[in-house]
């Protein structure tokens, strides 16, 4: 066995720079003019974009429309069988996709399959999302995608997640959004609210005799004067702007500022936080904003003289202004801010800078919120599942633990296997499509080139499941409990044969002593897919379809005439020959043998008579991995052991095992 993982780790270094040389060249050089018709047929010439050499900058003259930017280049796309594919999209100014073309895959799931179509398709319909909105949470109503592949799911969730991650990334380095990482302003919110209403929810600062309240040597008739009041807040929001300057007027406003402005209205009585001078001089000297280290003053090119508030129960002022705020000044409208009333000179009293502070209401504020991995959300989706899955393996690993007792009620164990194994063929693979394949160790091994993202192992959560459990129990036990109990493929073929021996049909086997050499087939077959891998992952996928899996289990035989032949035919020999396919062709089983080489106990008993002179255990072994003759006579071959445990069955059988028959009759001759 030492030979086969000497050639896989050889392959493996001398292939460690093949694995990505199909898709090369700069971004310029795989998108086509056409291409770029197809996203943007206004376009007049396109540059590469001077923040990131990854992106192409499309422009109508001189003006920016779009981008164009690659699946491949953003965040080195995979399939779920760690292979490459490059999705081009087409980005919109405005954040939603203008179009995503797949250009390159050798999903194998697809390959020399018509509803490849489907997956080509499913990426075409991603068209005209809008990337500033996030992934949804999973909910009924609420898909995490747009639609996707059936019985291609890995596939679709796997390139949707690209296009997103890709056009955010995209987005992010050309400054589509620079305030992503930050609280945000729920701009869109709409509310019909009375002056009242605004001042309680602290959408309006409303102060009335607020100059009186700052002196403190003021005498006790000097305070019932009234002597001002004023009412500042951001005007920017929908929930108040519709409700001071109502709809059309805040509109009209919002939409002569540059998108990323914003603006304050200020209301007065009494004293002019304008004064009279601001014509003149094009600049107001009695206020100005501060927001941490941001001092803001104001130009009259920032004004905007209203009439009035429209609120309902509104007071009158004498000024009402709007003032914009540029957005070079960085001001953050989700932060408290305060409006400055600078070296104040009222009715004859010196008055220090007057303080008036705004805190936005958190009802406005639009939190930021980690993104979750897009595994997190198929999960959620699938949780049933999970619960389902969880329970049946918690179940086949208390008939592990308690094998010894259950062994001893043959009847009981045997409907209890065949239960266990319709299950696994009729809900985990032809129900859930969550059948392991080649392709599942192939991501184990080319880690070291494609990377260790936990992201498409997760990405289909029974498969993921199902992989841990194999790979824990494979270190433990051994090959047998995956495809003795768990594969849905291996299923069918033992179901298959048990009606057959039913039916009366007799089994007919190989001789042994050609068992070893027959063996080593599988083992071939997996070294050469491995291998070839490296080179060509087409080349690959074609070899993989040696294992009948996506025909039989997966696409339910609705496939083209070949496959199904070939996956008929080896289900016809199960009924005639245990297991066949598993015993001397199938890779994957290959694979997790190699894995329970380093199994750590086999927790099957035997007795120093199983061999010799006994060999009941090797005539009962239904796919012959006790050996009757040779150095490993009465031995469980472990790597060959589909743990069935139709040995020890036999172990505790007290008609039936020679050495407690013997025991018997000795105990009946003494008494």
């Known amino acids: 066995m030492k030979k086969y993982l000497v050639i896989i780790l050889s392959i493996l270094v001398l292939s460690i720079n093949l694995g990505y040389a199909q898709i090369t060249g700069s971004i310029n050089d795989r998108v086509s003019s056409i291409l770029i018709t197809e996203y943007f047929p206004d376009y007049t010439k396109v540059k590469i974009n001077n923040n990131d050499s990854r992106i192409i900058e499309v422009l109508n003259n001189q003006t920016t429309i779009g981008y164009i930017y690659s699946t491949w280049d953003m965040v080195k796309s995979l399939g779920y069988d760690r292979s490459p594919y490059e999705i081009i999209i087409g980005l919109n100014t405005s954040g939603t996709i ?15 399959d018509v509803s490849e179509e489907d997956l080509l398709k499913y990426v075409q319909r991603t068209k005209d999302i809008n990337i500033a909105n996030g992934m949804a949470k999973s909910s009924t109503d609420k898909p995490i995608r747009p639609d996707t592949v059936h019985r291609g799911t890995i596939s679709s969730n796997l390139m949707h997640q690209a296009i997103f ?37 602290n959408y309006i600062t409303y102060k009335r005799n607020y100059i009186s309240e700052s002196l403190k040597d003021y005498s006790k008739k000097n305070e019932t004067t009234k002597y001002s009041e004023i009412a500042i807040t951001l005007i920017t929001p929908r929930s108040i702007g519709y409700n001071i300057l109502k709809k059309n007027r805040h509109d009209k406003y919002m939409a002569s500022l540059n998108s990323k402005d914003q603006a304050i209205l200020i209301a007065g009585n009494g004293y002019s936080f304008k004064g009279d001078k601001w014509r003149s001089s094009k600049k107001f000297e009695r206020i100005r904003l501060v927001q941490g280290e941001i001092i803001i003053k104001f130009n009259a090119s920032d004004h905007t003289r209203i009439s009035k508030i429209q609120s309902k129960n509104s007071p009158i002022f004498k000024e009402v202004s709007i003032f914009k705020i540029d957005y070079k000044y960085k001001f953050d409208p989700t932060k408290a801010w305060y409006l400055e009333l600078l070296d104040i000179n009222y009715q004859g009293k010196n008055i220090k800078n007057i303080i008036i502070p705004y805190f936005i209401n958190e009802e406005l504020i639009i939190k930021k919120v980690k993104e979750l991995p897009m595994w997190i959300n198929v999960w959620l989706e699938s949780k049933f599942r999970i619960i389902l899955l969880s329970f049946a393996l918690l179940v086949l690993s208390l008939i592990t633990i ?27 693979g032809w129900y859930t499509g969550a059948q392991l394949s080649i392709f599942n160790i192939l991501s184990i091994i080319r880690i070291p080139i494609t990377g260790a993202d936990l992201n498409y192992f997760l990405i289909d959560p029974l498969i993921f499941i199902i992989l841990a459990f194999t790979i824990i129990s494979a270190l433990i036990l051994g090959r047998g409990l995956f495809c003795g109990w768990l594969c849905p493929f291996g299923a069918l073929q033992e179901l298959i044969g048990w009606i057959a021996k039913n039916l009366g049909i007799k089994k007919r086997e190989i001789p042994e002593k050609y068992y070893t050499k027959l063996w080593t087939i599988k083992y071939f077959i997996l070294v050469t897919i ?12 074609t070899l993989a379809e040696v294992e009948p ?25 199960s009924a005639f020959m245990e297991r066949g396919f598993c015993r001397f062709v199938c890779p994957l089983g290959a694979g997790i043998a190699i894995i329970g080489k380093l199994r750590i106990t086999d927790n099957l008993k035997r007795r120093q008579e199983c061999g010799s002179p006994c060999n009941l255990c090797s005539t009962s072994c239904p ?19 589909f743990r069935c445990l139709d040995c020890q069955l036999e172990y505790v059988d007290t008609k039936r095992c020679p050495p407690l028959v013997n025991i018997q009759k000795l105990k009946i001759k003494i008494a």
């Open 98 to 112: 203008a179009g995503a073309k797949l250009t390159y895959h050798n999903e194998p799931l697809f390959e020399h």
């Open 165 to 201: 991650q890709s056009s955010r990334n995209a987005a992010l380095s050309i400054g589509l959004y620079d305030n992503q990482n930050t609280n945000r302003l729920n701009y869109l919110k709409e509310q019909n609210l009375n002056w009242n209403q605004l001042v309680k929810n």
């Open 402 to 428: 308690f094998q010894d007792k259950i062994s001893k009620y043959r009847k009981t164990f045997k409907y209890i296997r065949i239960s266990y194994l319709s299950f696994t063929l009729i809900w985990i």
């Open 530 to 541: 491995i291998g070839t891998s490296f080179i060509s992952m087409e080349t690959a996928s």
């Open 549 to 573: 899996f996506k025909t039989a289990i997966m696409r339910h035989f609705n496939r083209g005439i070949p496959y199904v032949s070939y996956a008929i035919v080896l289900l016809c020999l």
């Open 623 to 641: 796919v012959n991995a006790i050996p009757s003759e040779g150095k490993d006579k009465g031995k469980i071959i472990m790597s060959e052991c």
